[in-house]
């Protein structure tokens, strides 16, 4: 798929922090500040915080926000990365540009990293994301964070996964032991791109319907929810998703976007349709995380 010019214009300002940033970090957490001319926002960067104890690797997240040395709390932004829960890696490129992005909008911004299959099976996976939004919540003071407004972004296997955050309750016993139990793992609004909201027929070994967001539809009080698909979508049939969306506004779920964009593929959230879905993105986050109606 041939990338446009717009993709290289909206994230020109992501590389530039990026390759400060790239030229600086090290293995381990380690707070790194980019320092940015008059135009960009100072930004402070943690990488490798472990958001829970044990023997994985995969049991860390890179968090960026404003460093204005202020009191003010700010709403937060998980992102989670896709790969057919195999594959990926908080460091892809494109969720590392959406981390500093977000953060130069004024949000905290979190990127983490989650146990793969050929590590751990279904669900680990959906344990881990869930951990990580409670540790967040479990530092929300710490990091300047307002616990009531955090938001979450996944693309693929990480939009399933940012999903059963906004959908699966914890009467569904998929909250893990990594700890933090006190505290809430469902986000406050979500977004996700090529979604897949219930398991493929080849995919017997993720069959079981309490890992899927399909079969948490009537629940009561679900976040807002954006969903973005590419109505040329080999993976993701959308199909699929056109069901679970209207299956959703039977249900009775008011708050949910759809963005389905003809000749647009699997990537459809990053690539050819960035000029529509980005700025859908960041108005709905601003809309349903800083309460902003409106946007220039």
């Known amino acids: 798929m041939k990338t446009t010019r717009n993709y290289l214009l909206i994230f020109i300002t992501s590389v530039f922090c990026l390759a400060f940033i790239s030229s600086i970090m090290a293995i381990g957490p380690k707070v790194n500040e980019t320092k940015t001319d008059s135009v960009l926002k100072e930004i402070r960067f943690i990488e490798n915080i472990p958001y829970r104890s044990g023997p994985s690797k995969s049991w860390v997240l890179d968090l960026a926000m404003p460093d204005d040395k202020g009191n003010e ?41 989650y146990r793969l299959t050929q590590e751990a099976p279904f669900p680990a996976c ?126 009775g779920q008011t708050d949910l976007e759809y963005i389905k964009l003809d000749g647009q593929d699997h990537d459809v959230a990053y690539s050819d349709g960035l000029d529509i879905t980005k700025p859908a993105m960041e108005k709905f986050f601003a809309r349903t995380l800083k309460g902003v109606t409106t946007q220039k």
């Not at 990365?81 to 979190?110: E, F």
């Not at 309750?169 to 998929?174: H, N």
């Not at 319907?209 to 993976?235: H, V």
Request: with cysteine.
């Open 73 to 113: 709390v700010r709403p937060a932004i998980v992102i989670v990365h896709g790969g057919g829960w195999r594959a990926g890696s908080k460091q892809d490129y494109v969720y590392r540009s959406m981390l500093i992005d977000y953060a130069l909008q004024g949000y905290v911004t979190v990127s983490l990293e």
């Open 126 to 251: 959906i344990e881990d994301v869930k951990c990580a939004v409670r540790w967040l919540r479990a530092h929300a003071k710490e990091y300047r964070i307002d616990p009531d407004h955090i938001g979450a972004f996944g693309h693929s296997a990480g939009a399933h996964l940012v999903m059963m955050l906004a959908m699966c309750p914890p009467s569904a016993g998929l909250e893990g032991d990594g700890g933090w139990n006190e505290f809430s793992s469902r986000v406050n609004s979500v977004v996700g791109g090529s979604t897949p909201v219930e398991i493929g027929p080849r995919r017997s070994d993720l069959a079981k319907p309490e890992w899927w967001p399909i079969n948490y539809i009537s629940q009561k009080d679900l976040p807002p929810i954006l969903l973005i698909q590419g109505a040329s979508d080999p993976i993701v049939k959308p199909e699929t998703v056109d069901s679970f969306v209207e299956k959703m506004k039977q249900a």
